[in-house]
């Protein structure tokens, strides 16, 4: 059974970077076929997905992120990590690290999710 924990500083300044990191256990990260994405959920609002990397080390981002989000991985530790730039309370929410076979996952039953962390960004 494949588990994901998210883990990082659950408060974080306005203008600094946001820094994450998901440790799988019960699958490799470059298993074939599947896809590593952080997704997020500000409150009261709907699931976002933020970006993937696939198991062939492929990187996607979505589009209107891209700019302030990288995604690299460690496959020595099975971990995958996300980075936001230039942070502000608009980016607060409880960030997902999940699994799938899609590349732009949205919906829990497509995959394995963690359970979660929130972060918020106040001064």
């Known amino acids: 059974q494949v588990q994901l924990q998210e883990s990082g500083p659950g408060l974080v300044k306005p203008s600094q970077t946001l820094s994450l990191t998901c440790t799988v256990s019960g699958a490799s990260i470059t298993t074939n076929d599947y896809y590593w994405s952080w997704i997020r959920q500000p409150p009261g609002k709907g699931l976002e997905w933020m970006g993937a990397i696939a198991a062939s080390g492929d990187i996607y981002y979505k589009p209107s992120l891209k700019s302030r989000t990288s995604i690299s991985r460690d496959t020595s530790k099975n971990q995958f990590t996300l980075q936001l730039s230039s942070v502000t309370p608009e980016d607060t929410a409880v960030y997902y690290c999940?699994?799938?076979?899609?590349?732009?996952?949205?919906?829990?039953?497509?995959?394995?999710w963690g359970q979660g962390t929130q972060v918020t960004v106040s001064s």
């Open positions: 999940a699994r799938g076979r899609v590349v732009v996952l949205t919906r829990r039953e497509d995959g394995y």
